[in-house]
């Protein structure tokens, strides 16, 4: 009798301790005290890494799981919304929620809300399950070492003048690109924009030529610097970039995903 009292006890302790663990678990999520994902628990943009469909890392994911969501989810809306289809922003947000929700870091897709938002000068078009910020929330906190996924949240942040901010999303885009070598020469230019919008022309223009000598053949962002008189007449292009943290390494331009911003 007394082992079943003892084995009891022990039961209830068991249970005891495990319900405190969810406690100080849940208080350390919210208090920051826990880091794994603990950035991805949030009460206003959800989490990322719960949905019906994927969630899947859209740099590793099949090309079937792509092709599945983008072939009605995201195709023909960023045609639409890139020919400047008005008709349209009435009902592609929910196209490009559902691109997220499937692949959280589609850096087209991140790319299109905003310019939804901005188009309908609103932080919540029709269509979107949440305001269009969160999209990068939930971005970084499925996918926190994505190079585009800063570009275009610092794009994002650019357009809503939160300019300190926007400046640490850039640098760490250029920092996870090289890193990762995952540079197109897409991403090239459209950093070497954001450097131009936030004062950085030297920057700017080092992105510019790397992007030309990749065969990117837009011309505003070396128009936008000779036009502001920043643009520096030099022999040789940069084949290297050095990210905040200093370390070079080479550039290997690919193939473009992130739609092209051209002034």
Not at 178 to 195: F, H, P, V
Not at 225 to 231: A, E, K, M, N, P
Request: with cysteine; proline share 6%.
């Amino acid at each position: 009798m007394d082992s079943g009292i003892q084995s009891g006890n022990e039961e209830k302790l068991m249970v005891h301790s495990l319900a405190m663990l969810v406690v100080v678990m849940g208080w350390g999520i919210l208090c920051g005290v826990i880091p794994a994902r603990a950035h991805a628990v949030d009460l206003q943009c959800g989490s990322p890494f719960v949905n019906a469909v994927g969630p899947w890392d859209y740099r590793t994911a099949r090309a079937e799981d792509k092709q599945m969501v983008e072939k009605f989810h995201y195709s023909t809306p960023i045609v639409l919304l890139i020919n400047g289809d008005k008709k349209a922003l009435a009902w592609i947000m929910g196209d490009f929620n559902y691109t997220l929700r499937a692949f959280p870091n589609h850096p087209g897709a991140l790319w299109a809300v905003d310019r939804v938002g901005a188009k309908l000068q609103t932080e919540s078009p029709p269509g979107g399950r949440w305001p269009i910020e969160c999209y990068y929330v939930r971005a970084l906190a499925f996918a926190s070492n994505d190079g585009m996924v800063y570009l275009a949240y610092g794009q994002y942040l650019i357009r809503h003048r939160r300019i300190s901010e926007a400046r640490e999303k850039i640098d760490l885009a250029a920092k996870y690109l090289t890193e990762r070598s995952e540079w197109t020469t897409n991403a090239q230019y459209n950093i070497g924009l954001a450097y131009f919008d936030l004062g950085k022309f030297e920057l700017a223009q080092t992105y510019a030529e790397l992007a030309a000598e990749g065969g990117f053949s837009l011309p505003g962002l070396k128009a936008k610097l000779q036009r502001s008189g920043h643009w520096i007449a030099r022999k040789t292009v940069k084949t290297e970039v050095s990210p905040p943290d200093g370390s070079t390494r080479s550039v290997e331009p690919r193939s473009a995903a992130l739609p092209s911003r051209d002034p």
